[in-house]
């Protein structure tokens, strides 16, 4: 079991994520926006973060720049959320150290995989 | 009777009333709270099976299929909303699984019946769940929905028939957005999710031999081909860049720099002795999108234009093409590269 941090201000999209993750065996910690995403980093320490990359306030990207500052969050797994219209922010995203990321709407099946794929690497 | 008598009768009638009113609304409201509680105690447990439906493991998704489509009307009512909003945020098996509760649950004839109400939010909400249910056999009912007596019930029409990605769905949006240029936005955005199959459309209509009002769609079509970028497209685009609808050609520009063809860059040159200012600014954020030797050499002669926003334009686009594009610009004397590079260092301090 892992402590996944999941970020996205569209409640549908972070209660499917939050519903898909937690019936895999995942603790879950879920907020809406970017700066309480960099918040629950520091303070909870998960082993995982799905951001959503348009989120208000702090962006995904941002969220990603500060997070990767932190030196005991620089190894932290994070999987980017993004429309399909925003795939060019996908290499913003792989710059400021986003490990994957995923299109939405996404399939269940592709983000469980994907969670999977990048735990075990990092374990 | 005294005139102090009937003012007061008249105030204790008009006390009653206001005491009637007050009483009503907050029974009114109670009883509101009260649906509300209960819609809330019902939803509950049963969201956590439209959840299941969505993201479950089969033997999970089998019985929360089971438990959706034996749910009571009262049931289906407390989270039918929340239901349609989930749709479009799944892809795939999920999402058509979450499609077939819906239909199972009479949501089809309950959506088509939206569509004839007096109400325009109801007929709007009617062509949005047909658009969800995406059952080919109502798409006829969301194409009526582009002469919607209301703007937006034709805005939402024409996003919904973004599930229906026929040619003859297609054409009729374009003919739509082409006749009442509002829908524009909305028209590129349901092209954007139907990509591949409404970019051949496009295409066609790049092709038509030009007169009129076939401009304005042919400009559509131009935005419409840059956005799904489909390449094939590029030489219908640049066909488009010898008429002299300047609107047609700035669209085409636009589209070509989306493509990114570099066999472009010859057409796109050819626009920098264009008269109109606006299709030679066009032509040099092209030429920054398709970048390459000769894109740089196009946006170091457009440094000189004789029109500033021109001028500006290739500055910007130099700026944006890394080193090779900011030599270009700290060697040049014209005075919008001297602006270019100040601003950009005043964003790098």
């Keep these: 079991m892992a402590r996944i941090l999941v970020a996205d201000d569209d409640v549908d999209i972070r209660e499917l994520v939050e519903f898909k993750l937690t019936t895999m065996g995942h603790e879950i910690v879920a907020v809406g926006d970017g700066a309480a995403a960099i918040d629950a980093c520091m303070a909870q320490k998960p082993d995982l973060a799905v951001l959503d990359v348009m989120m208000p306030g702090v962006s995904g990207l941002d969220a990603i720049r500060a997070i990767r500052a932190e030196p005991s969050l620089a190894d932290l797994p994070v999987i980017l959320l993004t429309a399909r219209a925003q795939e060019s922010d996908v290499e913003t995203g792989f710059d400021s150290g986003a490990d994957d990321y995923i299109t939405k709407p996404f399939s269940p099946r592709e983000l469980a995989s994907r969670v999977q794929a990048l735990l075990s690497r990092s374990r | 009777m005294t005139i102090g008598h009937i003012g007061y009768w008249a105030a204790v009638t008009v006390g009653l009333g206001c005491l009637v009113v007050v009483v009503s609304l907050i029974v009114i409201r109670l009883h509101a709270d009260r649906d509300e509680r209960r819609t809330q105690e019902l939803r509950t447990p049963l969201w956590r099976d439209v ?250 002669i457009g440094l000189g234009d004789k029109d500033v926003e021109v001028a500006r334009a290739a500055a910007g686009a130099l700026r944006r093409s890394g080193a090779s594009g900011r030599s270009i610009l700290a060697t040049s004397q014209a005075p919008v590269a001297r602006e270019a590079l100040a601003l950009a260092a005043l964003r790098a301090s």
């Design chain 2, 51 to 300: 959840l299941m439906l969505g993201v479950g493991e089969p033997d999970e998704v089998d019985a929360a299929n089971r438990t959706l489509l034996a749910l009571s009307p009262e049931e289906q009512a407390a989270i039918e909303d929340d239901t349609f909003a989930l749709v479009p945020k799944l892809r795939g098996e999920a999402r058509q699984r979450v499609r077939e509760v819906l239909r199972a649950w009479g949501s089809v004839d309950r959506a088509r019946n939206s569509t004839t109400s007096p109400s325009p939010v109801r007929r709007a909400r009617g062509y949005y769940r047909l658009g969800v249910l995406a059952l080919p056999e109502r798409r006829d009912d969301v194409l009526a929905g582009l002469h919607d007596r209301d703007f937006t019930a034709r805005r939402t029409a024409m996003l919904a028939l973004a599930s229906f990605p026929e040619h003859a769905v297609i054409e009729e949006m374009l003919l739509a957005a082409t006749v009442e240029p509002r829908l524009r936005h909305d028209f590129l955005a349901a092209v954007d999710q139907v990509g591949g199959p409404a970019a051949d459309v496009m295409v066609e209509h790049l092709r038509r031999a030009t007169s009129g009002d076939l401009d304005r769609e042919r400009r559509l079509a131009a935005e419409a081909v840059g956005l799904v970028g489909e390449i094939d497209a590029v030489s219908s685009l640049e066909g488009c860049l010898v008429e002299d609808d300047d609107e047609l050609r700035i669209a085409a520009l636009q589209a070509l720099g989306a493509l990114g063809s570099p066999s472009s860059m010859i057409v796109v040159t050819a626009q920098l002795g264009a008269s109109s200012p606006d299709v030679r600014q066009a032509a040099m954020v092209a030429a920054g999108k398709i970048g390459g030797p000769s894109g740089l050499m196009l946006l170091g």
